[in-house]
């Protein structure tokens, strides 16, 4: 049986990227950062490369906060409808996409509407900003995020921030790494494991945001659809609004904007205190296992961590929301393995058999060392 944050590594392999944020999702999380620095957003241009304003609850966030957050000036930028529909496996209409806010105004034009993305810009100006402010025209282009002209606007800005095309996370990563700059954008706990993502991690020049991975109001990340996405899967529902949404398990933000919780540590028991009384019944019968052939104990739960232990520990890929880098240090990461004949997929220390224990394969796992001891 499929488990739910397969939904989206399907997204990934079949390109079903029209997946929309809810506005209080990016509310939260942006109120995250300005907890920690009230200024993270002042003075600065935004940019939101795969937003349209009626559909892309960014542009509306931003465009409705541009005061209090006192950008500099925010642009977002959306994909042409034809690409769109033709990037997706799942067979959407072009009445999807057309919306009110682009026909109802004098610059539409329905012969180049289809193959041109469109670009929406608000500046600082001395009158109360809102989202009718926003000015907008169409892109030479389609409006991908890797053409040049969208690239342009990548090097103009300072923070991008948007959920991108799942199935284009590792390339749209680099693209902003290219271009060294701030980010925060939503992507999946499996993407921490990819060898273009993990030894950003691992270096500290990218981490978890402050939602990951986790439910908020006992719900998993739920995003919007268009009107006529197939109704397929348990995922998928009507929302009491009646449009339709999915819930993607394994969700979160990935940013190097600094947050509060990023440096609070863990609280955790010394390794003594866990055989004794840890909440899981295999760390209390079973102690922790040492590999076979890596110089490292299995810890299989993050909040069995255990305190005092100096060597190298090998934590779920899942501790990495909790990962605090002045409590740990990073060392390296295995990529789920069924089959020790097949070869291990790791970033760095971990050699082919190492991934075992007492002969046979572990979970996907990070490397990690406390740092103090
Ligand atoms: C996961 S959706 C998120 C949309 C919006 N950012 C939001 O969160 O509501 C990703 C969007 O990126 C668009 N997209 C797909 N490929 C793209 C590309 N190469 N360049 C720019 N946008 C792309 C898709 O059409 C889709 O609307």
Redesign the pocket.
Known sequence: MPKKNDTLVAAKDKKS?????QYEDIQREINAYLEYDPDTFRDKVVL?????PE????TRFFAQNFETLGLKKLIS???ATE??IA?ETVQLSIFDFLTSFETTSPQFDKTISPKH?KIFTLNRRSKKIDINDLQWRYLNGD????SEE?TRLRDEADIIV???????FREFLAWIMQGNKKFLI?GNVNCVSYKEVFPLIKENKIWTGCRFNERVNGKIMT??VPDSYPLTGTELFIGEDGKRYISVAGTGWFTNLDHGRRHQPISLMTMADNLKFSAHKEIRECGYKEFDYYNAINVPYTDAIPLDYEGYMAVPISFIKYYCPEQFEIIDANTIRKNLNVPIKSHGLIKDKDGAIEGKPTYARIVVKKKGL
């Open positions: 990227d029209e997946f929309y944020t939101l490369p795969c937003d349209d559909w892309s609850n960014f930028t959306s994909y690409s769109k990037h993305g409006g991908d995020f890797r969208v948007t959920n991108p095309p799942f199935s284009l939503i995003f919007r």
